[in-house]
């Protein structure tokens, strides 16, 4: 029997390539998926191009928060991969409007649309360990509270618990994720590694925040996509799973990282600029639980992962040029200012 998936936010960063593993060659025979997406600045129709034509794939353009649109998609399918969201902090500083509208209560209308229908219905809600807040030292398991410093992050601990509690109060069948900082090929260039990436590939300074100390661990599109399919298909309903990468560096060690990947100098290409407000210091999950219980290890060494994904954004120049003239003209300012030297 096919399972009928809806997958939210399917035309970004992540969600497009869950999809396009899922249809392509190594994915599972028995599912049929239909990407739900408000193509806003970050979802791009593109990055679906190479699973449109497979005869499991629908689209549709609409809100999360169209209480009407979803309900009736809630009714067509068995299981929620939900994505959607407004996924970047620098912009959460700027306005929390749409975080809050689109994270919190844009997940309250898929949660309470898949309790109207019911059944055997799953729903896999993606978090981040941005909902832990910061730690220094050691990693946080699952048990950890939850302590958001961003409104970014506030809105997905609310969409987070609010997703929990719908399992805990209504037992419908939440399995919740919070994985590490993504990287690979089709990411948004307003993050750091692709950002820093088209920087250097045209030749403009990389604008790195602060005494660039912070630290993020990395965690490749595949393996994360690896983690979610563990979890949809083996996963307990109710549970937490966290999915890391196993790569820490402080931004500076990644910045080192890009110019060399990149051919270009620390002196003449990296400009220290004022932190970011409120700036986490460190992320870092503990992986034992979904290593333990369903098997997870992630297989992509850092290395290789850079590599290829500078390799991809020196190849895709028409993926990412227009996307980053629209960011320049876009009415969301640099959140940062120049400062000289080093901190
Ligand atoms: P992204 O910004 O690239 O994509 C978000 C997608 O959601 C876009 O296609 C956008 O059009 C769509 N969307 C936004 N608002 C919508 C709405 N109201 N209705 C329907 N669609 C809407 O984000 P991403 O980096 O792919 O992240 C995907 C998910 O993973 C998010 O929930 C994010 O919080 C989480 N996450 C991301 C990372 C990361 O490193 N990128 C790490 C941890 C967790
Ligand atoms: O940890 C998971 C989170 O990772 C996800 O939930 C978010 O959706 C995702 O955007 C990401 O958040 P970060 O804030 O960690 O990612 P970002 O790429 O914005 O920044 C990574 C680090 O690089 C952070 O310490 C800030 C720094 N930075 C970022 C930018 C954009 C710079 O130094 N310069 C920059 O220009």
């Not at 998936?5 to 992540?14: H, M, P, R, S």
């Not at 601990?157 to 994720?177: C, E, K, N, P, S």
């Not at 970011?276 to 992986?287: N, P, Q």
């Not at 200012?337 to 080093?342: D, H, L, M, N, S």
């Amino acid at each position: 029997m096919t399972i009928r998936i809806l997958v939210t936010g399917g035309a970004g960063f992540i969600g497009s390539h869950y999809v396009r593993t899922l249809l392509g060659p190594a994915g599972p025979a028995d599912v049929a998926v239909t990407v739900l997406d408000k193509l806003t600045y970050a979802g791009n129709p593109v990055n679906l191009d190479e699973v449109r034509d497979h005869p499991g794939f629908a689209f549709v353009q609409g809100d999360i928060c169209d209480a009407v649109l979803v309900d009736g998609l809630l009714a067509e399918h068995d299981q929620v991969v939900h994505f959607a969201a407004e996924s970047h902090v620098d912009r959460s500083i700027l306005g929390a409007g749409e975080f809050v509208r689109t994270n919190v209560l844009g997940t309250q209308t898929l949660l309470e649309a898949a309790l109207r229908h019911g059944g055997s219905k799953s729903f896999v809600h993606i978090s981040t360990d941005e909902v832990y807040g910061s730690i220094d030292f050691g990693s946080w398991p699952e048990t950890d509270p939850l302590r958001p410093n961003s409104p970014y992050a506030a809105s997905k601990a609310a969409g987070d618990l609010i997703a929990l509690a719908h399992h805990r109060t209504h037992g419908l069948d939440v399995r919740v994720t919070r994985c590490s900082n993504n990287y690979g090929h089709h990411h948004f260039p307003e993050k750091v590694i692709p950002l820093f990436i088209t920087n250097l590939l045209d030749g403009r300074k990389v604008p790195l925040y602060g005494d660039g100390g912070n630290v993020r661990d990395w965690l490749h599109i595949d393996d994360h996509v690896q983690g979610i399919e563990l979890v949809r298909t083996r996963g307990r309903a109710g549970e937490v799973y966290n999915i890391g990468g196993g790569t820490e560096l402080t931004n500076k060690e990644l910045t080192a990282l890009l110019l060399e990947a990149c051919g270009a100098e620390w002196d003449s290409s990296v400009e220290y600029v004022t932190d970011r407000k409120g700036h986490d210091r460190r992320y870092s999950v503990d992986c034992a639980k979904i290593r333990d219980e369903l098997g997870y290890e992630p297989r992509k060494d850092f290395a290789t992962g850079l590599a290829e994904t500078v390799t991809w954004y020196r190849e895709n120049r028409a993926w990412w040029e227009p996307l980053r003239s629209a960011r320049h003209s876009s009415a969301v300012s640099p959140p940062f200012e120049r400062r000289t030297g080093a901190p």
